[in-house]
């Protein structure tokens, strides 16, 4: 399974734009990312999944380079109740398991 | 329509002993997945069910154990219960193994174990 790092806390005020990336260096070829969310004492929340380039929802946009070795989540103007841990996974999608780190916490400020 | 439901909600049990949690996936799932998180650190993955059958286990001791019954519901066992066991336990489903990465996850169940 590829490994990811991504930073442990972020800060931004409300309005504003917030990226966090995730590097995965070793990602395979069947590999896809995938974003999840959680608050406290909830389950996680799936956001948003992309192979290459770039994926946009209602929530969120996902940039993925040519190389794949690194992804960017960007959620745009964040508000108090975005604040959360956001977790980059990176897997095949038929893996029976899903490997979280330890994720970023993401603390939007009013 | 329900999502995932898991009951209890939170537990309080003594070293030694043993607990039983539940698991209702969503309507249409067939794949259960069961996570330990401990406060602080991501989920960790115990078991995975697919159509009642074991489809992977992770690093986790034998005295956890868990089943899927006909309905597609779940249960997740714990043995002769640690202090180290305390933990948020999370159950996922998905409509299919290929689609694993987009995992729907319960609020979960709070274990004390004291």
């Known amino acids: 399974l590829a490994k990811t790092t991504q930073p442990i806390s972020m800060d931004s005020y409300e309005g504003q734009e917030v990226n966090i990336t995730c590097s995965h260096n070793?990602?395979?070829?069947?590999?896809?990312i995938t974003w999840y969310q959680q608050f406290p004492s909830q389950g996680p929340r799936f956001i948003i999944q992309?192979?290459?380039t770039k994926v946009t929802n209602e929530v969120a946009s996902l940039f993925i380079p040519a190389d794949r070795k690194s992804s960017t989540l960007s959620l745009p103007r964040v508000s108090l109740s975005d604040t959360a841990v956001y977790y980059c996974?990176?897997?095949?999608?038929?893996?029976?398991?899903?490997?979280f780190g330890a994720g970023t916490t993401v603390t939007v400020r009013a | 329509d329900a999502g995932v439901t898991q009951s209890p909600t939170h537990l309080i049990k003594t070293r030694g002993q043993h607990v039983t949690l539940r698991c209702s996936p969503i309507?249409?799932?067939?794949?259960v997945s069961w996570y330990q998180q401990v406060l602080g650190q991501g989920p960790q993955f115990i078991f995975q069910?697919?159509?009642?059958?074991?489809?992977g286990r992770g690093n986790f001791p034998d005295r956890f154990s868990a089943r899927q019954f006909p309905n597609y519901s779940s249960e997740l066992n714990v043995n002769a219960l640690l202090l180290g066991d305390s933990a948020l336990y999370l159950c996922?489903?998905?409509?299919?193994?290929?689609?694993?990465?987009?995992?729907?996850f319960g609020q979960g169940t709070r274990l004390t174990v004291v």
């Open positions: 996922a489903s998905s409509l299919a193994p290929d689609r694993n990465t987009e995992a729907f």
């Open positions: 070793n990602i395979a070829t069947n590999d896809y």
């Open positions: 992309g192979y290459k």
């Open positions: 996974l990176v897997g095949d999608l038929n893996d029976y398991k899903l490997s």
């Open positions: 309507s249409g799932h067939k794949s």
């Open positions: 069910y697919y159509e009642k059958e074991e489809r």
